[in-house]
């Protein structure tokens, strides 16, 4: 069974740093486009940030120059380093990832992390 699993959310304080992360198990032949979104309480989900296989980035706008995204394809994993952080950016963080396994292309989701920011 192929999944993603995310790890590194929590509680942090305005203007601090957390780092999420987030690995690709099971039978993965290949793995294209990795992205963070975020929902937060009762707002539709977002994209913050978006990897393709070769490290071409983009970010949403309001966290440019705060957050980056990196990814390491021997080991199928991708990160989001989040900087100066603010009540904003508090949400439960997706890692996002489009795969070729045994059954074909697959859009896969993580569970979900929680990113808490107080003010």
């Known amino acids: 069974q192929v999944q993603l699993v995310e790890s590194g959310g929590g509680l942090v304080q305005a203007g601090g740093s957390l780092t999420l992360s987030c690995a690709a198990s099971?039978?993965?032949?290949?793995?294209?486009?990795m992205a963070w979104y975020r929902q937060a309480l009762g707002k539709q989900r977002e994209v913050v940030a978006t990897?393709?296989?070769?490290?071409?980035?983009n970010y949403v706008v309001s966290v440019k120059g705060r957050f980056t995204i990196s990814r390491d394809n021997a080991k199928n994993t991708v990160s989001l380093q989040m900087n100066s952080l603010n009540a904003e950016d508090t949400a439960v963080y997706y890692c996002?990832?489009?795969?070729?396994?045994?059954?074909?292309?697959?859009?896969?989701w993580g569970q979900g992390t929680q990113v808490t920011v107080s003010s």
């Open positions: 996002n990832a489009v795969l070729y396994s045994t059954t074909g292309w697959i859009n896969l």
């Open positions: 099971g039978n993965i032949h290949i793995i294209n486009d």
């Open positions: 990897i393709t296989r070769s490290g071409t980035t």
